[in-house]
């Protein structure tokens, strides 16, 4: 089945957006990890019509039941990857829709809200951002293909780090995941190398050279993939070609959509000043309101 969109991420942002496609009659699905950035609030008190004090995650149950109650399903999982594929209906409106990878299953759609609030994860590493853009990078399908045999490295221990992994394997399989003092990751490729180390360092001269762990000992890569926790807003929008501006989504102020057809971003991955419940909320009307009004205009 093909959805109208799949929101990414339950909280204010995507939750308010799947509120105004479900009451358009549009065929959605929700997916979120976990209860976001809200989760972590303990009281909030300066929400419209919150007359008593209600903990981040009552408000969170609160947005979700009041979703499930109009029949949208909401699934809990961790998106991977999004990617373009050819739609094989010729007859379709949409030659190309949307493949959204999760931990657990893949899901297609025409349009993608990328509602996943922001959690950016640098690794706070000597030399990690000096090097960004010097071999170091955030994304194996954008950049993997400047690495073809050479020696590389992806940083982090979960999920997120095996499908990068995976998008790095077609160029190289000379691939090391640095869990960075973390447990280690059980690879599905038995042929790549784990270590546990703890990094200190990455160092080179105009490009990333080596990287030196606290025990004094170093590797030599030619490029290091940053992959630690899961995948970000951020992570999504480049890997699709969105315009990013420092670690934010660029969207169209109108109706919310990126500079990729079909893909729309709401909430505090976003960036700008606020990050603030109304704000999500805000951002999120707007964006399901801007996938109505593309989806109907498409049909
Ligand atoms: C400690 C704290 C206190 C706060 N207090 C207040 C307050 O009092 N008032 C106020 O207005 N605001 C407050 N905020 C800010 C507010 O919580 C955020 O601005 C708001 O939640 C942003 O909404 P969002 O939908 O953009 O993102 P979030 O609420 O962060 O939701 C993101 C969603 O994306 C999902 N997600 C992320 N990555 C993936 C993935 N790879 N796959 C699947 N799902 C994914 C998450 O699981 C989550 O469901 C507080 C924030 C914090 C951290």
Known sequence: MIYDSIVIGKGPAGIQAALYMKRANLNILVIGKDGGSLEKADKIE??????????????????????????VEVITDEVVSIEFIENEDSNAKFDFIFKVKTLKAEYVSKT??????????????????EFEGKGVSYCAICDGFFYRDKEVAVIGNGNYAISEVEALLPVTNKITVLTNGKSELLMRDKDIKCNPKEISSVEGDKKVEKIVFKDNTEMY??????????????????????????????????????SVDGLFA?????????????????????????????IKSNK
Do not use: W
């Open 46 to 71: 300066n929400f419209y019509g919150q007359e008593n004090v209600i903990s981040g995650k009552d408000l969170v149950e609160k947005g979700i039941t009041q979703i499930k109650k109009l029949g």
């Open 112 to 129: 993608v809200l990328i509602s996943t609030g922001v959690n950016r994860k640098t690794p706070l590493i000597a030399g990690i951002k």
């Open 221 to 258: 890569v030619s490029g290091i993939f940053i992959a630690e926790g899961s995948a970000s807003s951020v992570d999504f929008a480049r890997k699709l070609g969105a315009e990013i501006h420092n670690n934010s989504i660029i969207v169209n102020d109108k109706d919310m959509q990126t």
């Open 266 to 294: 709401a909430g505090d991955c976003t960036g700008g000043e606020i990050y603030q419940i109304s704000k999500a909320v805000y951002e999120g009307m707007k964006a399901g309101l801007g996938i109505v009004k593309y």
